[in-house]
């Protein structure tokens, strides 16, 4: 069965970096984008980035743009995040998530399958 | 960017009744292919999110037929025609095809 897998997370200052995983089996990793979502604390979910099949496509949210980068190695079937100068506010839970079949160069249907997530802690 | 407000924030419902989560969009939902493309996710406490509903009323593998999904333009509904106690949990409304991504403030399902 599909299994996405994150690590990655743990506890950083304001304004260092952390770069999370997220390894995938079970199915052909290189047929489909892929997406981080997070929860912060209390709040509810919150997309973060993108990126298509073949990588050539990324989107991101406002509130990461610039900070976060999205990439994949579809030769051993993960994507990451890496995170640079870190705020307090990107402290949340943060998951990879496949896109769904069909659409180019995402699918309108979002993701389908999600990973049980990794905790991201930003404090001084 | 689209706004998703989903209404109630909160829902207690007595086990075997109906329960109904209403999602508005800040702008129409139709796609240039003339499709809507909405979809719904439901989030327990320490899992994963799991997707019940896409493309409006699509349900999605698994997902008990007690769940069914309407709506078209800016307004949504998810319906549960008889609440049972593995319903509980946080519900998400989320479109597909408007950039950035972004999620309905989520309503919370409790028993009664």
């Known amino acids: 069965q599909i299994q996405l897998v994150e690590s990655g997370g743990g506890v950083v200052q304001p304004g260092r970096s952390l770069r999370l995983s997220c390894a995938a089996s079970?199915?052909?990793?290189?047929?489909?984008?892929m997406h981080w979502v997070r929860q912060a604390p209390g709040k509810g979910l919150q997309w973060v980035a993108v990126?298509?099949?073949?990588?050539?496509?990324?989107y991101y949210a406002d509130t990461v743009r610039g900070r976060f980068t999205v990439s994949r190695d579809n030769s051993k079937n993960t994507v990451y995040l890496q995170m640079n100068s870190l705020r307090v506010e990107d402290t949340a839970l943060y998951y990879c998530?496949?896109?769904?079949?069909?659409?180019?160069?995402?699918?309108?249907?979002?993701?389908?399958?999600w990973g049980r997530g990794t905790t991201v802690t930003v404090s001084s | 960017d689209v706004v998703m407000t989903q209404s109630p924030p909160s829902l207690s419902v007595t086990l075997g009744q109906p329960a109904s989560i209403s999602c508005r969009s800040s702008?129409?939902?139709?796609?240039?292919?003339?499709?809507?493309?909405l979809n719904w996710y439901r989030h327990k406490p320490g899992e994963s999110p799991w997707r019940l509903i896409h493309q409006v009323s699509h349900r999605d593998s698994g997902v008990p037929d007690r769940f069914s999904g309407s709506g078209s333009g800016t307004d949504f509904t998810l319906r549960i025609s008889r609440v049972e106690a593995e319903d509980v949990g946080v519900y998400y409304c989320m479109p597909g095809t408007h950039w950035p991504l972004t999620f309905g403030g989520g309503t919370k399902v409790e028993i009664k």
């Open positions: 990126i298509s099949k073949d990588g050539d496509y990324k």
């Open positions: 998530a496949k896109d769904s079949p069909l659409g180019a160069p995402f699918s309108p249907h979002g993701m389908d399958v």
């Open positions: 702008q129409s939902l139709v796609y240039s292919d003339g499709n809507t493309y």
């Open positions: 079970g199915y052909t990793f290189n047929d489909y984008g």
